[in-house]
């Protein structure tokens, strides 16, 4: 398999998505926030004092909040709306926008792994998949050689688990691929914004 894409040393790969996978329903709360506009002290008052993220310490509370704010302010106040109140389908979908643009990681393996099984009739996707797409974007970004082996392990389960969330792969182990279509506010929102790159990654089995 060969992924259609041209890579060059300007790409950076962060491992960051391994704070958490959609988080949905953390995530409206932290959208309501976002669209009320707390300042410091708020936040900081809503996340550790009255946890609302439910959370067993201050320290996993912050850094799950922290992760949900890094992606959803790369967004705007519309697509927090749609986290928020949106219905479950639309409040997933919005938050892997979100997620697609905090995380190149996410939105390639999406793009370009999940896609070309789709475009070429292999139902499903695995381990040695993952393997072969971690491998590929080292090549991109060295530093992800220096990322540990449990660091690495996280990152494909975080990423399975992701699409799991929003229904590209089924709930078993299989890692059977399912149809997805983006919807009508969803993509709407994204064309509206030029988030083409967010759009495309959506669209891998359209």
Not at 76 to 102: F, M, T, Y
Not at 150 to 157: A, D, E, H, N, V
Request: aromatic content about 8%; charged content about 25%.
């Amino acid at each position: 398999m060969k992924l259609k894409t041209t890579y060059n040393n300007k790409i950076k790969y962060s491992g960051d998505i391994v704070a958490g996978s959609l988080l949905i329903a953390e995530s409206r709360k932290i959208a309501q926030l976002l669209l009320k506009g707390v300042d410091e002290k708020q936040w900081d008052h809503a996340i550790v004092i009255e946890n609302i993220l439910q959370k067993r310490s201050p320290v996993a509370a912050k850094r799950q909040a922290r992760l949900i704010k890094n992606r959803l302010i790369l967004m705007k106040p519309d697509l927090w709306e749609l986290v928020h109140k949106g219905g479950s389908d639309e409040s997933i979908q919005a938050l892997l926008a979100a997620a697609i643009k905090h995380s190149r990681l996410l939105g390639d393996f999406l793009g370009q792994i999940v896609h070309e099984h789709w475009r070429t009739f292999k139902p499903e996707i695995n381990v040695k998949d993952w393997k072969y797409f971690f491998e590929t974007c080292s090549q991109a970004d060295p530093q992800m050689l220096k990322w540990t082996e449990s660091t690495r392990s996280k990152l494909k389960q975080i990423v399975f688990r992701i699409l799991t969330e929003s229904n590209y792969i089924d709930e078993t182990r299989s890692g059977q691929i399912q149809s997805v279509t983006v919807l009508p506010k969803i993509k709407k929102y994204l064309t509206r914004n030029s988030e083409d790159y967010v759009l495309r990654c959506m669209q891998a089995t359209q």
